[in-house]
């Protein structure tokens, strides 16, 4: 029996390659997030553990953008874990928080964030 929210074309989760994600889990990571962010652009996803979009957002997310990985540093929040830090990164990018959300930081700034399903609209080929 197909699952709900699987397509036919899916084979099996266990065939999905992982997505190499860089937890971000310290407040010290955001100074190096911002220095590196000069010569390679920098993604923080802020992802919700309890939540079932964010789940499936995250997923799509990392099915969509799996060439990308090395062209940038993939950071993953997860905001249950890690609320002051979570709100640390709202307050240091000016960017309200949201949840799933995404940042795209290049120079110290945040060139582009998204949150929610608009996440699978983004090309991050058009920012790395």
Avoid at 50 to 71: D, L, M, P
């Amino acid at each position: 029996m197909r699952s709900l929210f699987k397509s036919g074309n899916d084979s099996s989760e266990g065939s999905r390659k992982e997505f190499n994600w860089i937890p971000l889990e310290e407040e010290d990571q955001l100074e190096k997030i911002t220095k590196r962010s000069a010569t390679v652009p920098q993604v923080i996803f802020k992802n919700s553990t309890t939540c079932g979009i964010s789940g499936i957002v995250r997923r799509t997310f990392e099915t969509q953008h799996a060439s990308v990985e090395g062209k940038a540093d993939m950071y993953l929040l997860h905001i249950q874990h890690q609320r002051q830090l979570s709100s640390e990164v709202s307050r240091l990018f000016g960017i309200r928080h949201e949840s799933p959300q995404l940042l795209i930081i290049k120079n110290g700034k945040v060139v582009h964030h998204t949150s929610h399903g608009q996440i699978s609209y983004t090309d991050l080929s058009d920012w790395v």
